[in-house]
């Protein structure tokens, strides 16, 4: 007998959407509808057919009530043999010894094998219950009440899988691990590395909601662990809100409570967080700073690596289980959310492009206005406070400042600095409030952005939220760098490096806009040879980020937001040596700012010229003002106080503008002799032990004795007592024989040879001959040649 559908439904509850999956309906029901099928029907053969499609008999006692339906694709692929991870982030022996420790029978509902894999399936995966629920093509009332009763279950058989070492072998193989992690055999007796780590939940209500905001400003729980050396967890605690500090979670611990482990003589390896304890256990902590002592350090070297296992298991735990990870959360458990490597990848393509939303949407085979949600929840977390300071940090610390100032310091001689500051326009919209102050003096709408790179183009400030009209020094003077320095947060003698549209201070260097030849002019050159850094960082940014480039079509308020995520993005290319997708030859071109606002409180003006004479001044670079034959006499004695300097240890770094004359071009003078080539061949194709001079009453060669060591070790030449080289003086025009004076760069000096022996010490000096005069012949009329022992060079 047939029957309609409209009656298997009202029979059956029947759901058209699982009707493909599953039968659907209370045991109690189901028995009874089966009873009046049997009796449309007829026959026992008949019955008894039916009974085994739907899994039950109308005369037996209800056990699994609806039948595992392998259709479903996440079943079939588990029951069919194939790879479990994609679905369950677990192996198939993983999930077999997990079912076998929950040994639970079921009299009722859809069976431990199922409702153990959907509980895998929803901490894998993270998914809202309703997405489980289609998955599983199942109610979602059902889901709910799986997760909840196989979490209870699997905390039950907890003691099976966590618990601590009960034996000395245990405890001895644990030692042994963490020794070989620490790399130092003084960590033998560690058992266990323990930390804390924020679980992610939902914003609870009430008043006692803000107690979970942790210190990253997103609700929590906290969850203690103490692993061994392999990274399984051999105890845990969790329960506290993420306000709570470890610290306190210690105190209120089972294992701190108890005082039971570790033995005595063993110790756990703990954060800087937690305090360094005895009693009631044994905790040891690294130093805090500042270290006294390399011995320290060196401890907190060992004490690291061997600690790092157990943060090393928390993220494994995390990217196991998704539903645990830090991840960018939907605030709705609608069906189908898009996943946070959606949002992420939404957010890159339209910061790497400046498409408009609409194409990305199609890019991505999603709708725009899901685009425009995933764009603004990705930026929203990018730009938190915590997240910025991670990423785009102003360095306080005198070890982080004097490496920035050596990297700046090897661009053009630039001492001191520590950053490059600039600002740049960011083309947005026309925004619908206040639009004339977004206009700048390009008549376009923008955002005024100011940045600070270090030498090395990261970004470690940025301001993005004042208007195109507003001008870079307004900007400076507004923000808080401007505290840093001016408070001494920064150390005196740190400088920022900008251009003439900010006002010139003790600790802001801008160039001079009328130099003068000599020192100024080199300062200016020097300063803009530096500061190009920031240009080309702006550029290196911008080229990165084409949403920069283009039009922002965006409120203020979000492109800087938009702003702001690119320069954490662009730091973070930077750690990881991300390269850049074409070169950086467009250096940012807004120009400067050259008006009276900019000039304005100029106080440091003084402090600038203190600077210059200090830095760029030095009679040698620069004519000697005085009479041609009392030249010889001033650099004599500027050698001499070289060697008293270098005697007590008092040098200075050599910048770019200070090194030595070019080359000289070849010329007949300097190769007319050649007499050493065929000895200078030998030296070269042969290693020659070191031949020392014999010793004699000779002063020159008792000391060349000496001196012969100190070459060998800093590159390996035999047997050289010296360096030689000229250098030009430069002098005024001398009245009598002028153009004897003239050298080949057309200014007057003296050519001045001289040589050094290997701590750059003057042995030797010769400052008398006119700079038209050739290097070869200076050395051919000089007393150096003839005394030079034989073997020496």
Known sequence: MELEQGFLEELFFWEPALASRWFVAPPAHMSRTLLMLSEVIGGEESRGEDGAIVGISATQTARHYCQINVTVPVLKRFFYGEDTRPDFRLGREAIQVLLGALQTERQHGWGPTLETLVFLFWIATGSAYRVVARVFGMPITSIHRMVHRIAEEVVAVREKFIRLPQTEEELLAMGEGFARLAGHPAFIKAAGAMDGSHIRIKSPGGPDG???????????????????????????????????????????SFIYLSGNYPPPGYFILGDGGYPCLSEPMALITPYKRPLTSMAEQRFNTHHSRGRSIVERAFGMMKTRFRGLRDAIISPTNRNNPITPEIKCLATLRYLATGKMQLCNADDLGISQPSVSRAINQTLNALCRPHIIQQFIRFPLDNQELHMIKANFMAIAGMPGVVGAIDGTHIKIIAPSKDEDVFVNRKKLHSINTQIVFDATFNIIDVVAKWPGSTHDSRILMESGLRQLFERHHVPVGCHLLGDSGYPCKTWLLTPYLNPQPGAQLKYNIAHKNTRNVVERGIGQMKRRFHVLHGEIRLSPERASTVITVCAILHNLCKRRNIPQPDDDDDHDDDGDDHDEFGRVEQSGLAFRDHFVNTHFKCI?????????????????????????????????????????????????????????????????????????????????????????????????????????DCTHIAIKAPSEGEYAYVNRKHFHSLNVQIICDAQMRLTNIVARWPGSTHDSFVLTNSSVGNRLEPGSV
């Open 210 to 252: 803000q107690d979970y905001v942790n210190r990253k400003l997103f609700p929590s729980m906290v969850l203690q662990a103490v692993c061994d050396h392999q990274g399984r967890f051999i105890d845990t605690y969790m329960g506290f809100p993420g306000s709570v500090h470890d610290s306190h979670i210690l105190r209120n």
């Open 620 to 724: 040698f670079l620069e004519a000697l003002e005085v009479h041609s034959e009392f030249v010889p006499k001033v650099v004599t004695a500027c050698a001499v106080l070289h060697n008293i300097c270098i005697g007590v240890g008092d040098e200075v770094v050599v910048e770019d503008v200070a090194m030595g004359d070019d080359p000289p071009p070849e010329r007949e003078c300097g190769a007319e002799s050649r007499s050493g080539a065929p000895w200078r061949a030998a030296l070269t194709n042969s290693i020659t032990p070191l031949q020392v001079a014999p010793q004699d009453h000779d002063y020159f060669a008792l000391i060349s004795k000496s001196y012969i060591f100190f070459f060998a070790e800093i590159a390996g030449f035999p047997n050289v007592i010296g360096a030689i």
